[in-house]
């Protein structure tokens, strides 16, 4: 008789544990789902955005600001939202090794596999570092993300309302049927003037390269095709012979 009550009171408790589970999987699945504000939705529709067309983030630490881009039906992006990052991990300069507690620069691509919507920091993405320049320059690290929770270690993390809206945009980009979307992380707003503020920096010759994909875009606001040549950056390049180092 004990025995029966004891796998009875193991059973009851194992579906309540069950129960709960799901609860709270089917809670972070809504978080994941949520539309976009209708202030935006309108925003969008004004500027000639579709819902599902590609976007691109871009990452400014100095700054502490994340902006969201979007295609229009013309090819070109427009700049559609603007986050504050809440808290982004370490100095101005990239990564190097895991542990270092760097947030990454450079220019990354992030595929559906790489969304997280039962992250601990209420959504996430994985940026994808390290990339084919990271691995040509032996970098190491692995989950560097963009999260909720607006803590940060070696991450960019942003307030939970923030992340919701960013998620959202990649998701629904996603959803347009766009494999992947880009995440260009800079120290700075690459302005002929701040690289020249930095010019005795280390990390000069570095960002003077990430400046070059910086620019394309903000002269053509069409995303540059960025590939690693020779363990350097290149942009736009013809599709010739090519071996990363």
């Given amino acids: 008789?004990?025995?029966?009550?004891?796998?009875?009171?193991?059973?009851?408790v194992s579906s309540i544990s069950m129960a709960g589970c799901q609860d709270l999987k089917r809670s972070k699945m809504i978080r994941a789902n949520?539309?976009?504000?209708?202030?935006?939705?309108?925003?969008?529709?004004?500027?000639?955005?579709?819902?599902?067309?590609p976007i691109l983030i871009r990452l400014f630490k100095e700054e502490s600001m994340l902006e969201v881009w979007k295609q229009k039906r013309d090819g070109k992006y427009g700049l559609i939202?603007?986050?504050?990052?809440?808290?982004?991990?370490?100095?101005?300069?990239p990564k190097y090794v895991e542990g270092d507690r760097q947030a990454p620069e450079g220019f990354y691509t992030v595929s559906p596999a790489q969304m997280n919507p039962?992250?601990?920091?209420?959504?996430?993405?994985d940026i994808g570092f390290p990339n084919a320049y990271d691995r040509a320059?032996?970098?190491?690290?692995?989950?560097?993300?963009?999260?909720?929770?607006?803590?940060?270690?070696?991450?960019?993390?942003?307030?939970?309302?923030?992340?919701?809206?960013?998620?959202?945009?990649?998701?629904d980009s996603f959803l347009g049927r766009h494999p992947e979307f880009?995440?260009?992380?800079f120290p700075f707003r690459m302005t002929a003037h701040n690289i020249i503020r930095y010019r005795k920096d280390p990390n000069y010759p570095f960002w003077a390269m990430l400046k070059e994909g910086y620019d394309i875009f903000e002269t053509t606001r069409?995303?540059?095709?960025?590939?690693?040549?020779?363990?350097?950056?290149v942009f736009n390049g013809s599709g010739g012979p090519c071996s990363p180092s």
């Fill in 81 to 93: 939202a603007e986050y504050n990052i809440c808290k982004w991990s370490g100095k101005l300069g």
């Fill in 1 to 12: 008789m004990k025995i029966r009550i004891s796998i009875l009171t193991f059973l009851f």
């Fill in 222 to 233: 069409i995303l540059p095709k960025i590939d690693v040549c020779y363990g350097r950056y």
């Fill in 182 to 185: 880009q995440v260009h992380a």
């Fill in 118 to 125: 039962y992250s601990n920091y209420y959504l996430a993405f």
């Fill in 137 to 171: 320059h032996g970098r190491t690290g692995r989950h560097l993300m963009v999260h909720g929770s607006c803590s940060s270690s070696g991450c960019y993390s942003m307030t939970d309302k923030s992340i919701a809206q960013i998620y959202a945009f990649g998701r």
């Fill in 34 to 53: 949520q539309a976009l504000p209708v202030k935006i939705q309108k925003k969008m529709k004004a500027l000639d955005m579709p819902k599902n067309s």
